[in-house]
């Protein structure tokens, strides 16, 4: 959408995304490959993280450039890049290698520093406004 936008494709971008678990197999994979988390809450980043835990959820945005914008922004992106990480140690391991390229590279696309960001997903940077 960004791409779109930043080529002139398009004016504006509607971007939704969604995550939910209605199916059981995903916690039955997870459960049997042995990386649920045991305690069935989330622990990212601490010493009592005991496995996988996934959420659900659902966000839209509008993406538009700022010159058109009807109502005052929330955020601006400062670049978007997309990548394949290549060989990693598992499927919930990306490769360290590849997402430090990645994030580098983003910034330097979006001509700003890591202290610029006030969030990213993935390379998408964001500035709050």
């Known amino acids: ?6 080529d002139g494709v398009c004016d504006a971008a509607i971007v939704i995304a969604s995550a939910t678990h209605f ?3 995903g916690p039955i994979f997870r459960m049997n490959a042995g990386i649920a988390s045991k305690m069935g809450r989330c622990a990212t980043f601490s010493e009592d993280a005991d496995g996988f835990l996934p959420s659900e959820g659902a966000a839209a945005i509008v993406i538009q450039r700022a010159a058109h914008a009807q109502c005052k922004p929330y955020a601006r992106v400062r670049g978007c890049h997309v990548t394949q990480d290549g060989r990693s140690h598992g499927f919930f391991t990306p490769n360290p290698v590849a997402q430090k390229r990645l994030l580098t590279q983003s910034l330097q696309r979006a001509s700003c520093v890591a202290d610029d960001i006030d969030y990213h997903e993935g390379a998408l940077l964001l500035s709050l406004i």
């Open 1 to 6: 959408a960004c791409q779109s936008i930043r």
């Open 23 to 25: 199916h059981p197999s």
